[in-house]
């Protein structure tokens, strides 16, 4: 885990560190975090539990026990991670474990939304990939990479990778205006026509 | 892109404005809050000096956490005990009706607010749980979120959304006897995939759609999830009005009429457009059973199991972590594996139907002995109508336990778990690695019915065998 990790805020355009790779597809929430840490009212402790099942397994060999991995960043995973349950205690598990930005090839629609939500951008690209970066980062020195939101490149000292993200959340990103709750409230009086239309809070009366 | 569907037409009515970033602004009728995703949420607008937008279109319960055998307060565990202490305090200081323990009401989210007719067509509906899907069996737009969306939707009773497209999954024929809704969708999710629905809002449809209960119809919607789609519907017909008509939230005599006549406009058009269309016959489907760790590795009762060979490439990798996990050998049969855990309950088929269904394969029969088998009712109210009609006597006599309204091992929050690699019979919707809260334990999902079955023979086994002997 990172020491002290400081959480993303405002303008997010660049992501840099060390690479963790965790591989296979439709990884789900119950693994990244399992139900029993669900057990808190605050988000805290989280850190110290992520994959915590798969990791009690694996002695130590798993990646986010391996001590080449620590104070890693940037999780470089394969298809539809963080399938399953709501849980925004999975990307909080990560982001206080110390991940800042997420490679896959697809992400389960929750899970990218609550990624989002706490400043963690969720990328794609290919599989072929996908797989070269990962075998990179096993071949290499894994400390100087870069994912650049601007650019939609990761890069490590040697090359670049292209890849991509849907328009409206990396503008939400690299504008800072992620932290949705205050543009929400900004169309109170939006709000209030909306619930003035809406037949189910207004007897049902017939729209003319 | 879609037009004409019910997604349609409710995203068209409770969009607000679009954002900035290129989302809606989406309200939300009901949003539905328990223990485990929203006290986070609770601090958060605290900090930011916000109040609740609209607490009377909140409601709480207490599900996750909540022992089945013991619920006298204060919970055994403290934890537990200090997560529904903070929801009660939240609702109390915010306005919001909460249905406690010993309410009559109190039961797993997606099964109350349904009961107590809160749950209506055309609604937008939120809730920090993803089986929020179920809710669109009435033809409502429901759909789960994030702790940071459950404080958005406190603070604003808005969300930040992207529009989803359409695929409707068309069924023809009808379900034959002993197959079951929860067959049916655990059919659907094998054919199409864990992530064939990311992106889309699956639109349920077809002949064997509309001969469905409403109980039912939420058993489909409840796992359009599992299929990867956030949100699934079914649209609305007499079925659905007439489980509404009398509740005790339900529109009132007065109203109905202007009620069930939008409610009927807001159905799919005949030329509604989607962006996908898939038909699959619902008259072939056989009593289907996961044996893997995916809710799509599913099979009939009546199949062996795949071998690594005839499955598609991109399917082998998973297929062969679940082999190793669930300590299957590929090709052998699903018929006849043993079971050491039988359990009946969870939102998905917790509901008084199930409950009946289960009962009518219990009758008269003992569970196999060194089977543990019990019974959670999805609701207090699911709960005290059971026991109206003696199905909790059918239950205890067959060997099983009858317990509490709750989540219980559905995801083991809560003491019921299975220990080391114990193999569950299980109504509940996930098969994950770990789910039932034992890090070796082993989930098979199948229909309360074949739950029943399984734990007279102590087998996994065919439930229309049962259903001609009886």
Redesign the interface.
């Known amino acids: 885990m990172n020491p002290e990790p400081s959480f993303p805020l405002g303008i997010i355009t660049q992501i840099r560190g060390k690479c963790i790779v965790m591989r296979g597809s439709d990884i789900d929430t119950d693994r990244i975090i399992p139900a029993r840490f669900l057990k808190c009212v605050s988000f805290q402790a989280l850190g110290e539990a992520v994959f915590a099942d798969d990791r009690t397994q694996l002695k130590g060999e798993h990646p986010f026990d391996l001590s080449k991995n620590q104070n890693a960043s940037i999780l470089i995973v394969n298809e539809n991670f963080g399938c399953g349950s709501s849980r925004e205690h999975a990307p909080q598990a990560l982001l206080r474990w110390g991940i800042r930005a997420i490679i896959g090839q697809s992400f389960a629609e929750i899970f990218y939304g609550n990624c989002l939500a706490l400043g963690i951008p969720c990328v794609t690209t290919t599989e072929a990939d996908i797989l070269q970066i990962q075998n990179t980062i096993n071949n290499d020195s894994n400390e100087n990479w870069s994912l650049n939101l601007t650019e939609l490149k990761l890069k490590n000292p040697y090359r670049s990778w292209d890849i991509k993200m849907n328009q409206g959340p990396l503008e939400m990103l690299i504008s800072g205006n992620w932290d949705i709750t205050s543009q929400l409230l900004n169309n109170d009086k939006k709000i209030t026509d909306t619930i003035k239309k809406v037949p189910y809070l207004n007897n049902f009366i017939p729209i003319k | 892109m879609s037009s004409g569907t019910l997604y349609d037409k409710v995203w068209d009515?409770?969009?607000?404005?679009e954002?900035?970033?290129?989302?809606t602004?989406l309200?939300v009728?009901l949003h539905l809050i328990h223990e485990?995703?929203s006290?986070?949420a609770f601090?958060a607008i605290e900090e930011?000096g916000?109040k609740v937008?609209?607490p009377k279109?909140t409601i709480a319960t207490v599900d996750?956490?909540v022992p089945t055998i013991n619920q006298s307060r204060p919970f055994e565990?403290s934890?537990?005990e200090?997560?529904l202490l903070?929801l009660e305090a939240n609702c109390k200081k915010h306005g919001i009706k909460f249905f406690g323990i010993g309410s009559g009401s109190q039961g797993i989210v997606h099964v109350i607010a349904p009961e107590l007719g809160l749950t209506?067509p055309?609604?937008t509906i939120a809730c920090?749980?993803?089986h929020?899907s179920t809710h669109g069996a009435f033809g409502a737009i429901a759909?789960?979120?994030?702790?940071?969306?459950v404080?958005?939707v406190l603070?604003?009773?808005?969300?930040?959304m992207?529009k989803l497209k359409v695929r409707r999954i068309w069924l023809n024929g009808k379900l034959s006897d002993g197959v079951f809704a929860k067959d049916l969708i655990l059919h659907v999710i094998r054919l199409l995939g864990?992530?064939a629905g990311?992106?889309y809002a699956y639109e349920f449809a077809g002949p064997a759609i509309e001969l469905l209960s409403m109980e039912e119809r939420m058993t489909i919607c409840n796992m359009a999830i599992e299929g990867?789609a956030?949100c699934g519907y079914i649209n609305p017909d007499s079925t659905t009005f007439r489980y509404l008509k009398g509740r005790i939230n339900a529109?009132s005599k007065i109203?109905w009429k202007?009620?069930v006549?939008?409610w009927l406009s807001l159905a799919s058009d005949q030329l509604a457009v989607f962006d996908d269309e898939v038909k699959i016959d619902a008259s072939s489907i056989a009593p289907t059973v996961t044996w893997g760790i995916?809710p799509g590795q599913g099979i009939s009762i009546e199949e062996q199991l795949p071998t690594i060979d005839s499955l598609d490439p991109?399917e082998r990798?998973?297929a062969k972590?679940a082999f190793a996990y669930m300590k299957l050998k590929p090709g052998s049969s699903i018929s006849g594996l043993p079971v050491d855990v039988c359990f009946i309950g969870s939102c998905t088929n917790g509901r008084l139907s199930d409950l009946q269904a289960a009962a009518k394969i219990l009758k008269g029969k003992k569970i196999a002995s060194g089977v543990k088998a019990f019974v959670v009712p999805g609701s207090e109210k699911v709960a005290k109508d059971a026991e109206k009609e003696g199905l909790d006597i059918i239950f205890r006599s067959a060997g099983f336990e009858w317990r509490k309204p709750g989540c219980s091992m559905c995801?083991?929050?809560n003491p019921d778990k299975l220990s080391g690699a114990e193999i569950s019979a299980s109504s509940s919707n996930?098969n994950?690695?770990?789910?039932q809260?034992s890090?070796?334990g082993r989930t098979l999902l199948m229909s309360p019915s074949m739950v029943a079955a399984a734990a007279i023979k102590g087998e996994v086994n065919d439930v229309r065998k049962m259903l001609k002997t009886n």
């Open positions: 009515l409770h969009r607000v404005t954002l900035p970033g290129g989302a602004q309200f009728g485990v995703t006290p986070q601090s930011k916000l937008r609209c279109n996750h956490i565990d934890l537990a200090e997560m903070t209506q055309g609604m920090g749980d993803s929020t759909f789960g979120i994030g702790t940071s969306q404080r958005d603070a604003s009773q808005t969300l930040a992207t864990v992530k990311v992106g990867g956030r529109p109203k202007d009620a006549n939008w995916t991109n990798p998973i972590e995801l083991a929050m996930r994950f690695k770990g789910r809260g890090s070796t």
